[in-house]
């Protein structure tokens, strides 16, 4: 059987067993299933938060509780219909997350793991201490859940419903992936300086991803609830929280599918260990824990990516790539008259400490014209370059784009404004092909929001910034590349790849650093001749380059730089017959 035929009968088969288990298996197995897709909700979430976005949470098992102790506690008390509960539940962990997201996730590295920890064990300890919710006895007699005529009241009739709401919730992570905003997200894992660089709104993007894996844990509680009519504390603790991220990372934490892998595997062998292993042993004991915490060193080392993508070496990929379409073109940006200032920098200057790496630097770029900044290693071009984009903000000085002062702004606004950039050292997303790399270009070129790519109403906008980032692509000699790995690609391409992105940005002003590194002479060439290209067409591009024949046959003029400061100005001609050049940059007289 091809791999084709075997994907499809394999997509085929799990729905298929998903609607025929509850009729033929036993009810301890539906219990299982029932708790695997529980679990899988879970970690669901955390595949976007952690997998995709590069944020570790041990702390979701306790928006599990807010949404089982917000139904628990409405129907209860109050007597409100379960299905109301659900958006009352959904409500009450959005504004806790988004609360405890505005401040955890400020930190960063080790800081931010540990901080989850920290409110979800408040959390936790809020559960058992609140005698309206039961202290540490809990709440029982929760009502099961209406559907139609019927009540959900055994668990092999709330099984669908379980699954139902999984296949649903991956469904929408998948088409929230594969979108504008998706790409945003995947971005957070590559680092927030080159997001921040292309307009993706960094912090905005944390709290949202944080708020949707927390709202899907609160769809897990709320069905938790129902199922057992019955809430207390217990599975809401840290330890849970550590085991839906070991689930995570298991089963696959990149992946969506990867999630239900995790949850079953860990699952099933949790109700086999605690089985077999008291029998071994003679005794009676948490033995399972040990046998988790050797697997999870194992993994670790021997399949850091988890369980699916070894199952998926059977099949296709299960992530379908972004391909270019026909599409009508993006609306340009109007290109400033040639000759007029686009960027002009005054008196800028960087201090870190006691050291100076930018000292009163002047300059102005003007549409049209191609201005090289050179220097020794260490001079401080790309400190300036940060510091002009709005990376790293300047210690002092003015910077004006188009007339407007933006030394104060963020990098995303400035980019907004119509200035793009590459990087010294290449910052592209390798797990992406090259494709969805550039698409990451047109972000600020798009409106659609984070609930029109979950419900896939951001199709013809999706298809339109692709098709400029395939547009891009060619300009740039890559279109033989286009759906390729780009971390497969040798350095040179990948410098081209990060123009193209520039480019998918429509700026008017280009700012490039190194961009002839690791090329050889026919690709300089083509790239000479490609910034020839946009020069005419009245784009302005400051270039940092240490390749000399390259700059010299390239530049309008050549601003030089030393210590943080300017040393020279001028005409290429000039620049190297000037004698403080050629002594401190160009190899001394000879």
Known sequence: MSRGRQSTF????????????????????????????????VALGLVLLTGVGGLTSFGQAAFVGLGAYTTAYLTTVFGVSPWLTLPAGLLLTGLVAWSLGRVTLRLSGHFLPLGTIAWGIALYYLFGNLGALGGHTGISGIPPLPFVDLELRSGRAFCYLIWAVLLLLMLITRNLLDSREGRAIRALKGGSLMAEAMGVNTPRSKIVIFTVAALYASISGWLYAHLQRFVNPTPFSL?????????????????VRGAVVGAGLITILKQWLQDWLPSLLGKSGNFEMIAFGLLMIFVLHRARDGVWPIIQRFYPPSVVRARAVEAPALPRRPLPAAGSVLLEVKDASKRFGGLVANDRMSFRVRAGEVLALIGPNGAGKST???????????????????????????????ARRGMSRTFQHVRLLPAMNVLENVAVGTHLRGRKSFVAAACRADRDEESRRLREAAAQIERCGLAGQMYELAGSLPLGKQRLIEIARALAADPCLLLLDEPAAGLRYLEKQALANLLRRLRAEGMGILLVEHDMDFVMGLADRVVVMEFGQKLAAGLPEEIQCNPAVVEAYLGGVE
């Open 10 to 41: 394999a997509l085929l088969l799990f729905p298929g067993a998903l609607v025929a288990a509850p009729l033929l298996l036993p009810e301890f197995y539906i219990t299982l299933l029932n708790y695997i897709g529980l679990y899988a909700t």
């Open 384 to 414: 300036l370059f940060d510091g002009i984009s709005g990376i790293d903000p300047l210690t002092s000085g003015a910077v004006s784009f188009r007339g407007e002062r933006i030394e104060s702004l963020p990098a995303g606004e400035v």
């Open 239 to 255: 330890t849970q929280g550590i085991e839906y991220l070991f689930m995570a990372v298991v089963g696959g934490v990149a992946h």
